[in-house]
């Protein structure tokens, strides 16, 4: 129970030096890093992926972007860690960032199974709606500006 209280602790938290990382941080190393180059291959091969759908790119290219964001952020702050810079080698970043990234993982996993097919669905039937709905015509433009004046009696 003391281990628990300990790791649990403020101080160890934010210790300026806390010593060197364990053996688990080079997983992170390597999770952070297939991370980022995953999103970079996936932001980067948007269009090939999805051609013309509007929606899906910009929705793939959302989640490739916030996905690198927290990868890059992740391998930066797991290197400041292993350099063991004072104040910026403090757990309480790597530990932050590993939280956003499970956080952001499931979020998107939420988000693709329940809100993703509803969103997509209403923006096909919006652009299948607008499709066939009449175009309207052009105004014919006068010589004397927008509209003729009409004269006071």
Same mark, same amino acid.
């Given at each position: @129970?003391?281990? +628990?209280?300990?790791? $649990? *602790?403020? %101080? ?11 053996? /688990? ?7 952070? =890093?297939?991370?980022?180059?995953? &999103? =970079?291959?996936? %932001? ?5 992926? +999805?051609?013309?759908? &509007?929606? #899906? @790119? ?7 972007? *916030?996905? /690198?964001?927290?990868? =890059? %952020? ?7 860690? %292993? $350099?063991?810079?004072?104040?910026? *080698?403090?757990?309480?970043? !790597?530990?932050?960032?590993?939280? /956003?990234? !499970?956080? $952001? /993982?499931?979020?998107? =996993? ?9 969103? $997509? ?9 607008? #499709? ?13 500006? *927008? ?7």
């Amino acid at each position: @129970m003391e281990e +628990f209280a300990y790791v $649990l *602790s403020l %101080f160890r938290w934010f210790q300026l030096r806390p010593g060197p990382p364990p053996e /688990g941080y080079w997983a992170l190393v390597g999770l952070y =890093a297939l991370g980022l180059g995953a &999103s =970079a291959a996936y %932001f980067v091969t948007v269009r090939q992926r +999805f051609g013309d759908h &509007s929606y #899906r @790119m910009a929705t793939a290219r959302r989640v490739g972007l *916030s996905a /690198g964001i927290v990868s =890059a %952020f992740g391998l930066i702050f797991v290197a400041l860690r %292993f $350099l063991e810079i004072p104040y910026l *080698s403090l757990r309480l970043w !790597v530990n932050t960032i590993t939280l /956003g990234a !499970v956080g $952001l /993982g499931l979020f998107l =996993a939420y988000y693709f199974v329940r809100k993703y097919p509803v969103s $997509l669905h209403a923006f096909d039937e919006r652009q299948l709606r607008e #499709r066939y709905l009449p175009k309207p015509k052009p105004k014919a433009k006068t010589a004397g500006g *927008s509209r003729p004046r009409r004269r006071a009696r």
